[in-house]
């Protein structure tokens, strides 16, 4: 009994092995058809949930595939991909992470090579410091910046270095707000004062003592100011405060605002610009996961999901950054020409451990 | 005779004993092995005890340890504190008693999210609080009250959330005193406070131990409460513990992990006997 039990069990690896295995040597036509066979995928994505589900029926319509998107958070979701990275058969089909996210990880043991997509140029692999290669194409544009209510601020003088800031800081004491954890806006807008303030070069992400002690300026610049900034609770506590009218100027995420405001939550005064100093942008990919059940479904879905026509749909939605050159960006909430200001998110470990520094010789000193 | 004595013994205690040890034996056994650099997700699995010497020395985890004993002893005192009165309110029907008792019960219904954030709606910059401080003329602008750095709104929303609970064991034990007890004290001329002193409070003294134990456990690994109105200049060890584990830190996330387990039982035991020996007069 027991050996027949083996025995069917490993017959059934090797069938679903060698299923996944076969999509480098299909057609596309034969993986789309191969795709509604499969009938379904597994989207397992962290955030605007909703909003994706209504978003995705586009697809669900075109091809006859349904998507299922779960409940989850970021790490959740990548934790679950990696406990399971040694199944036969893993539940997610497609799994989308913040590209600093893929970088913590080696993509060839865990994920299916997209060079069986159609060939299309537009595509974006390399983002914001980071190389997807064939395992990881972009699917979100986001971009940090600064979130103010032109009724207090006027968009002639928005501030735009860390001396700018101190200055408005000065003028409107707690009138500022920025998060240090919950959301990256926040941890964006220090980062960048620190590598301003401190002239640190968070590219590298070698730690050395030296290296940790030379952002001291930085960290005197933000106790200095400690009285006249508010430090929130998170992204979305920052926003909040800002429509309510408590706060006048926070960081924010550009996407995270525009789907606020899309969605009535905040008031359409809210404007957004990114400072010369420069914020961080970034965005997520996504990626499939080598046991994945149903690999060509998930293929043709990564395929509308980097489209144009997607990419496009998002950028007026949801106010993203479009992940496919062809698509259209006129939706944004800030002109091209600030995109110039766009930083990279700082390498690891590095930034890791001036997170931790600014949180014990900052935070915890207020 | 004896084995077999042995094994029915074994047998009965199985099902209780054995569920318990299999949840959360496995569960601590991870735990501390993650913390000594066992069970990596996504590295080298070896015993190292750098994940402890390095959080020891963190100012982080020193302040998180004050804080979180702070929340968990405070809650706890309020919440037993504010139990006892309305639990001998409460011992001797009357009515629309059964009522009031379902009122006041009634946070228990309630999550701890949904509180934290009603609270937050309420004294919010422009919530209900704020204006009505400033219809009363009290105050002339807007206060911010949110995310207080003494935590007040923490210890509010914990002894709104716990008091209940207090209520329901101090109820039990205050009702379980007989009329005659009291009223023989009464004859030998003991007022209200020397009642409460000499009788009520040493023959309550479990149910009140089993409260304070109770809910300082579940304070001092307060999260949900924290992340939404707690201040935003302190981390508790949970918030903490999910700040490592969120950055892929999963064995300096189990130092804090196990840490946490430790405080809750140490600091448990000592509560119990300190509040032991408080009410029955041995430390006035």
Known sequence: MIKSLLATTALLASATMSFAGDLSTMSWDDIVTQAKEEGEVTWYVWYLRDDFRRAVQVFEE??????????????????????????????????????????????????????????????????????????????????????????????????????????????????????????????????????????????????????????????????????????????????????????????????????????????????????EMGMNGGGNGVAIPLNAPNPAAAAVFVNWLTSPETQSMFNKDFGTAPMNTAADDSFALVPNEQRAFRQVWGAQPFRGEVEASFIDNVILER | MKLRRGLLIIGLLTPGLGLILALIGTVVYIAVSQSFGYYSLNGTSEFSTEFWSKMAGRKAFKRSIQYSIYIGVFSAIFSVALAYPLAIWLRKPFAGSNFIGAVLKAPLLVHGLVAAFLFINVISYHGILNQFMQWLGIWSEPRRLQNDPNAYGVLILQTWKNMPFALLLLTGAVQSISDDVLDAARDLGAGTWDRFRRIIAPLTVSGMQAAMVIIFIGAVADFSFQVIAGPTNKQSLSQLMVSFKGRGDWHSAAVVGVSLMMIALVGSAILAVVARMVMRGRIK
Do not use: C
């Open chain 1, 62 to 275: 075109e091809y006859g595939i349904s998507v299922t998107i779960p409940e989850g958070t970021a790490a959740g979701n990548s934790e679950k991909m990696l406990a399971e990275r040694d199944r036969e058969t893993g539940d997610i089909d497609v799994l989308a992470w913040g590209t600093d996210g893929f970088a913590t990880v080696d993509l060839a043991p865990l994920f299916s090579s997209l060079s069986v997509l159609p060939a299309d140029d537009g595509r974006v692999v390399e983002l914001a410091g980071f190389d997807g290669g064939e395992h990881v194409v972009a699917f979100w544009g986001n971009q940090t910046g600064i979130a103010y209510d032109p009724a207090h601020v006027s968009a002639d003088n928005l501030p735009q270095t860390p001396d700018d800031f101190a200055a408005f800081w000065a003028e409107n004491p707690g009138k500022f707000g920025f998060n240090y954890e919950n959301g990256g806006s926040g941890p964006s807008f220090y980062q960048n004062t620190l590598r301003v303030v401190a002239d640190i070069d968070f590219s590298n992400g070698e730690v050395t003592d030296e290296r940790l002690a030379a952002i001291q300026p930085g960290i005197d610049f933000f106790n200095e100011h400690a009285e006249n900034y508010v430090v929130t609770a998170s992204n979305a506590d920052s926003i909040i405060r800002a429509s309510d009218g408590e706060l006048w100027m926070v960081p924010a995420w550009e996407d995270h605002l525009a789907g606020l405001q899309n969605r009535g939550e905040v008031r359409e005064e809210i404007k957004f610009y990114i400072p």
